[in-house]
Nanobody, 125 residues
Framework: IVKLEQSGGGSVQAGGSLLLSCTVS????????IGWWRQAPGKEREGLGG????????YYHDTVKGRATVTQDNAKNTVYLQLNRLSPEDTGIYYC??????????????????WGQGTQVTVSS
C-alpha cells in the first residue's frame, strides 16, 4: 500500500518560512515524481513544484518560484518543501503527491495517483 505521510505546517507570521515534509512508503520503484500542491480557501488546488527522486531534478511553478525549495532525503524516503517570505496568500492546505517516473505531466492533478493527507498552513499578517 502506497502511503504519503505529511508533517509540518501550522500558523506562521507573514515574512516567515515553512518546512513541510512528505514521507513515502510502500512505493516501488523509488524513481518517483513527488509534487507539492496547495488549495487556498475557495480556490482550486494548484501545483507548486516538485522533484524527480531518480536524479533530484526539481521544478517550480511561477507562484512560488524563487521562494520555494524542494529537497529529498533518500535515507528517510522523505521529500521536503521549504517556502520562504510567506504572505497571507500562501494560506491553504498543502498536499504532497506521488507518481511513478519523471515529472512529465506534473501540471495535472490526475498525473498523481497517490496523495498525502494534507496539512493546513495559515499565514497571518
Amino acid at each position: 500500500i502506497v502511503k504519503l505521510e505529511q508533517s509540518g505546517g501550522g500558523s506562521v507570521q507573514a515574512g516567515g518560512s515553512l518546512l513541510l515534509s512528505c514521507t513515502v512508503s510502500g512505493y516501488n520503484p523509488t524513481k518517483q515524481c513527488i509534487g507539492w500542491w496547495r488549495q487556498a480557501p475557495g480556490k482550486e488546488r494548484e501545483g507548486l513544484g516538485g522533484i524527480y527522486r531518480g536524479d533530484g531534478d526539481t521544478y517550480y511553478h511561477d507562484t512560488v518560484k524563487g521562494r520555494a525549495t524542494v529537497t529529498q532525503d533518500n535515507a528517510k524516503n522523505t521529500v521536503y518543501l521549504q517556502l520562504n517570505r510567506l504572505s497571507p496568500e500562501d494560506t491553504g492546505i498543502y498536499y504532497c503527491a506521488a507518481a511513478g517516473g519523471k515529472c512529465l505531466y506534473s501540471d495535472y492533478e490526475a498525473f498523481f495517483p497517490y496523495w498525502g493527507q494534507g496539512t493546513q498552513v495559515t499565514v497571518s499578517s
